[in-house]
């Protein structure tokens, strides 16, 4: 299997041989010792033969890719078997983010395609598939946090999404700062508040899936 976009290899599989692709030497450095090989290598170019690997996948990181189209279709290329990408459908994100971070994600929209759009540069026989996002989930994307607004006060969880680093400072204070006040005041807890009890949400999560 390959891994393309790995980081640091959170998601790979241990049941199977799996070969990774990431372009960031931070982030190769930072996988275990006993995670898979990894290449030094971009997306939209990979160096392997077509028809390479049985299987082929990338967990949120075609918005790194410049452009996302050419990086999907190299993976479809590179790969004989089912290709598997799990990106973001931002247009479905839930209500109080797009509120309150609508900023920073009139930037980031820019950066993923639809979950159509990238079906479509797959090719083959493709599905999206809608994931849920657990009210424990324990990755730090911003849905993460969908039930546990408080979480984006914090400054080390917001340095974990990309979004962040889009705008300016004095803007992510803005927001920071409206949020801050929607909690303590209660406003958020009466307009959102059922989002407490729930287990899991139906949210942006599209995992991307191409028969050959």
Known sequence: ????????????PEDRYVLAVEPSATMRAQRPPDAAPCLDGRAEALPFDDDSFDAAMA???????????TGLRELRRVTRGPVVVLTLD????????????ASALAIERTRFPRPEAAAAAL????RIETIPTPADCTDGFQEAYFSRPEAILDP?????QSMWALISGAEEERIVTGLREALAS???????????ELDALDGFLRLVVSEP
Do not use: C, K
């Open 186 to 196: 209660g406003a958020w807890d009466r307009e959102h508040g059922h989002l407490r």
């Open 156 to 160: 080390a969880v917001r340095a974990s």
């Open 90 to 101: 931002l247009e479905t994100q839930v209500a109080w983010q797009r509120e309150h971070f």
């Open 123 to 126: 090719g083959g026989r493709t």
């Open 1 to 12: 299997m390959l891994n393309v976009g790995a980081g640091a290899g959170s998601y790979e």
């Open 59 to 69: 967990i949120i990181t075609i918005h790194h890719w410049e452009p996302p189209e």
